[in-house]
């Protein structure tokens, strides 16, 4: 850094053919994320639709959101599917890596199990589990009715369709929290467990007292990181319910995506990505803010 | 001391239990797809007993645009995979490595971009694509993907990591900035490369909300999309078993890539999630 200034001066020409490395990335860059950022900021300040803006509207959709009861149901919706998902993956994430953190074989299998899932698409996560859910004999009113029930039709009905889409989630997604629980385990100093064996500290202690505040930060994380993730439900209630029964299903983004391509409403649209993109903007900064504490683990 | 280990074994054996219903749903699936459709549709009972047959599968094989998804899906999967390690690294190298006018404020822009959601920017992408009419082309699955930074953010760590003396050694031999990039330092990011590729390969694989909406064109389904397209109805279908042949057959492939690459896969999701 100690260049004095001659010396960088001289170099100027050489700076800006440096910056030919960078530059075929900025293009893409600008091109799909800063440009349409900034064209969908000021689409949701107009009317617009399939074949262009018609009006300058101002915050006109904004209030509009604020007062439309579909997309406030939508945004309840979000919250609700969150609150079912993040603590559950996060805590069965937890669960799954303590007990599988060990070098003996049947844990790597179960590991293995615990993963598979997650390297499923969207679509054929919810062809499987409409094949579980559904009582035209599904998996579960098989089961249901070998054990003397009758058959439920979950997706159907307005209370449960929103839970089995949490399962459906969470089966789908259990692989990453406890991958991320089992990388922090690792990084727990092997000391620490040691001066805890010459204490004669039972297990119970060792946990709460060793392993569970070494890996403090990372269990924030996984909060965060799930909560981002899974604010963005879109493709298990479009593909296993379409939105309903009534709205139950019905989260943020199916409501961005019907208004934009089954509406046209491309300007309202826009509003309520907005609205979104500023919950997750928060998300992302506590994020940011956890993980760049590195010292605090 | 058999108290904790009481405890221990009943732990172990709940994730044993949580590991069977996490296989159930996928040995479900695979018993339907070995059943005749007319059975199905007279009895699902019948799943436990009678004939087990492959014509699913045969049918499937016969109907062929499951293989037009496929290659749909690995077309833009590795085109995606290419370029977002080249611009990456190339970009990486320039961040880490070279002085520019504006670095430092262009890697905090590249950075913010981290925090942008798909959802933030999707409808103005499909505006701008719709009047370059773009739609309906592979370069348009694949473009909005080579945007990501984490792959830019990635490198940029990682060329950061070697020492410098590799590249000042060369810049004394008068090596030009592209040799030492391409020679000396790339080779090193290899395991970068196989993180990243890897990631990126299988986000390209199961996307689902962007091809939706650009290539609406059956023709241009990749996989993803084109079996969503085929359980919209779902509840009316009469050909149960076609469906979860259908099932099985996309998940697969990726199934055992991921039994075969397993490290390599948990390494990168962990690693792109925990960035």
């Not at chain 2, 219903?21 to 699936?29: A, E, I, K, R, S």
């Not at chain 2, 057959?249 to 960035?275: C, E, M, N, S, T």
């Amino acid at each position: 850094m100690a260049i004095d200034a001659p010396a960088r001066a001289r170099r100027r020409p050489a700076g800006w053919a440096n910056a030919l490395f960078v530059l075929p990335y900025l293009i893409v860059f600008v091109a799909m994320i800063v440009v349409p950022l900034a064209m969908g900021m000021w689409l949701s300040t107009t009317k617009s639709d399939l074949f262009g803006v018609e009006a300058q509207v101002g915050f006109a959709n904004f209030t509009r959101l604020a007062r439309d009861p579909i997309f406030l149901e939508t945004v309840w919706n979000t919250f609700y599917f969150v609150l079912l998902t993040v603590p559950a993956l996060t805590l069965i994430g937890l669960g799954l890596a303590l007990v599988l953190n060990r070098p003996a074989r049947w844990a790597s299998v179960l590991r293995t199990i615990f993963f598979v899932s997650t390297v499923l698409s969207v679509t054929v996560v919810t062809l499987v589990w409409q094949l579980v859910f559904t009582p035209d004999g599904g998996l579960i009113a098989v089961a249901a009715e070998a054990l003397g029930g009758s058959p439920v039709a979950f997706l159907n009905d307005q209370d449960l369709a929103m839970p089995a889409i949490a399962v459906t989630t969470i089966w789908w997604c259990i692989g990453l929290p406890m991958v991320l629980f089992l990388a922090a385990l690792q990084q727990v100093p092997r000391d620490l467990y040691e001066a805890a064996r010459l204490d004669n500290a039972s297990r119970w202690k060792t946990l709460t007292r060793i392993t569970l505040p070494s890996i403090r930060r990372t269990f924030l994380l996984v909060v965060i990181i799930e909560i981002i993730l899974q604010f963005q439900l879109f493709g298990q209630p479009q593909l296993m319910t379409r939105g309903g029964p009534n709205n139950a299903t019905r989260p943020i983004v199916l409501f961005i995506y019907e208004t934009g391509w089954r509406q046209w409403e491309l300007g309202y649209a826009a509003a309520a990505a907005q609205v979104l993109f500023a919950m997750i903007l928060i998300a992302a900064m506590a994020q940011y803010f956890v993980a760049s504490r590195k010292d605090d683990r | 001391m058999t108290r904790p280990a009481l405890s221990g074994r009943v732990a172990v054996a709940l994730v044993v239990v949580g590991a069977v219903l996490m296989l159930v749903p996928l040995l479900w699936v695979l018993a339907l797809s070995l059943k005749s459709n007319a059975e199905l549709m007279a009895d699902t009972h019948s799943v436990f007993n009678g004939r087990y047959t492959l014509q699913n599968y045969a049918d499937l094989v016969g109907d062929g645009q499951v293989f037009r998804w496929i290659a749909n899906s690995l077309i833009v999967s590795l085109g995606m995979t290419a370029g977002v390690l080249i611009l990456s690294s190339l970009a990486g190298y320039g961040f880490a490595r070279l002085e520019f006018p504006g670095r430092r404020l262009l890697f905090v822009i590249v950075l913010f971009g981290l925090a942008v959601p798909e959802q933030a920017v999707i409808i103005a992408r499909h505006q701008l694509f719709s009047w370059a009419e773009l739609h309906n082309t592979h370069g348009a699955l694949i473009l909005p993907g080579l945007s990501a930074p984490f792959g830019v953010f990635l490198m940029t760590q990682y060329f950061r990591a070697i020492p410098k003396e590799i590249d000042e050694a060369a810049l004394l031999d008068n090596a030009s900035r592209f040799t030492i990039f391409w020679k000396l330092l790339l080779p090193l990011t290899i395991p970068a490369q196989a993180t990243l590729g890897i990631f990126t390969f299988l986000s390209a694989w199961n996307d689902y909300w962007w091809p939706l909406i650009s290539a609406t064109n059956k023709e241009m389904f990749t996989l993803t999309v084109g079996i969503a397209s085929t359980q919209m109805n779902f509840a009316q279908t009469e050909g149960l078993g076609f469906l979860m042949a259908q099932a099985v057959f996309a998940g697969l492939p990726i199934l055992i890539v991921y039994l075969l690459f397993q490290k390599y896969i948990v390494q990168a999701v962990a690693g792109a999630a925990g960035r």
